[in-house]
């Protein structure tokens, strides 16, 4: 069973940045892939990036390209995302999640392992 813990809560204002962390407990963290989905109360969880085993697959959510990286630190067990350019539309829960797999996923069905997820605030 993999934990995942993100941390990077935050009350931005418009324009500014964020980064977000996600830290996991399983020691073959390289074998994942890892992603990030937010989510308002609600609604349904929405792909937001991801990023494969080794950092170089990477996938974003069309909204996010540009704005959003996806990276990512084997040797921490943590993967980052940060968020540049925010807007009140950013708006969310956001959350981590992983599954083993080479190639980055970009469904939120695909995954086995989630975070708690943490509430990102944009103010305008």
């Known amino acids: 069973q993999v934990q995942l813990v993100e941390s990077g809560v935050g009350l931005v204002q418009a324009g500014g940045s964020l980064r977000l962390s996600c830290t996991a407990s399983e020691h073959t963290f390289s074998s994942y892939c890892l992603g990030w989905f937010r989510q308002a109360p609600g609604k349904e969880r929405e792909f937001v990036a991801a990023i494969g085993w080794n950092g170089a697959s990477t996938n974003y959510a069309d909204s996010k390209k540009g704005r959003f990286t996806i990276s990512r630190d084997n040797a921490k067990n943590t993967v980052y995302l940060q968020m540049n350019s925010l807007k009140p539309d950013d708006t969310d829960g956001y959350y981590c999640?992983?599954?083993?797999?080479?190639?980055?996923?970009?469904?939120?069905?695909?995954?086995?392992?989630w975070g708690q997820g943490n509430q990102v605030t944009i103010s305008s």
């Open positions: 999640a992983a599954v083993i797999r080479a190639y980055a996923a970009g469904s939120s069905s695909a995954y086995d392992y």
